[in-house]
């Protein structure tokens, strides 16, 4: 059987902006350009606003050492990233794009297993995978492992009261995302938003997990710190209030929901960190 998608059929997707670092920005163009068993067609890179100027040089010469595989999209203000990866989509000239986040890694093998997936499950729209943490360059992992539901069913079950793909390592139909209009402004929430839209959509397509590591993401104590504000805590319980008007979850799930993200969300950040490591992660 012939293969519906190869490496031709994918761009990446990926962001920076001013305090994107470029030694890690150099570390995750690598990782999905050279080091990958499978080669894509185009990276395609938004700079939200201006940049540093070691960044932009970094880019440069990233730009020539993949020549005419990397295309830079320059945007004059910083728009957040949803805005951003909306602009980029509109470049993005292959049926298949692989999100990718500027300071993480990707594993070997990523493209060539979320190619078998696409080829082999029919009807997929979206397909993710299990991130590894790491905080010290060239150790991977620390042992931390965030892995997903990995059927459709069990993804819509588990979208109720989380976020039901790890964001750096989805790939997905172009067209699947812009059915429901892309990404959109939501806080830190513009993932959850966009796969909420995509599973409470009309569309045929279906979203699986595999339980493999994909991405290795730098963790540490200043990602748990993005999830520990009031502000944050307003955007989750206006997402928890989108889901109830479009019956995605019950009105006690509501209340559970809002519950257990308010108590989780107002704990100190060394706490927060304790508890995702011990109940929303595993050892590897």
Request: hydrophobic residues 40%.
């Amino acid at each position: 059987m012939n293969k519906l998608y190869t490496g031709s059929d994918i761009t990446i997707l990926m962001s920076v902006y001013n305090n994107s670092k470029a030694k890690e920005v150099e570390s995750a163009v690598n990782s999905v350009l050279d080091e990958q068993s499978i080669k894509v067609k185009r990276a395609i890179i938004v700079l939200d606003g201006s940049i540093n100027k070691e960044l932009e040089d970094t880019l440069d010469e990233l730009s020539s050492r993949y020549h005419n595989t990397i295309q830079l999209i320059r945007l004059k203000n910083n728009v957040g990233l949803a805005t951003a990866l909306t602009e980029g989509l509109q470049y993005v000239d292959t049926r298949l794009v692989a999100r990718m986040d500027s300071d993480d890694i990707a594993v070997y093998s990523r493209f060539e297993t979320q190619l078998e997936m696409f080829n082999n499950i029919k009807n997929l729209g979206i397909a993710g995978g299990a991130i590894d943490e790491f905080t010290t360059e060239g150790m991977y992992s620390d042992g931390v492992v965030r892995k997903m539901p990995l059927s459709d069913k069990s993804i819509r079950k588990f979208a109720k009261f989380r976020s039901p793909f790890n964001h750096p390592t989805v790939m997905f139909l172009k067209k699947t995302v812009n059915s429901v209009g892309g990404y959109q402004k939501f806080g830190n929430l513009e993932d959850y938003y966009l796969w909420l839209r995509i599973l409470n959509s009309t569309t045929s397509n279906i979203s699986c997990n595999t339980d493999k590591v994909l991405v290795h993401m730098r963790g540490g104590e200043n990602m748990y710190s993005r999830r520990g504000n009031l502000k944050y805590l307003k955007k989750v319980i206006q997402l928890k209030r989108w889901m109830l008007k479009n019956d995605m979850i019950s009105f006690l799930e509501y209340i559970l929901g809002i519950t257990i993200n308010g108590i989780v969300i107002m704990m100190p950040n060394k706490l927060r960190t304790i508890f995702y490591h011990k109940f929303l992660r595993s050892k590897n």
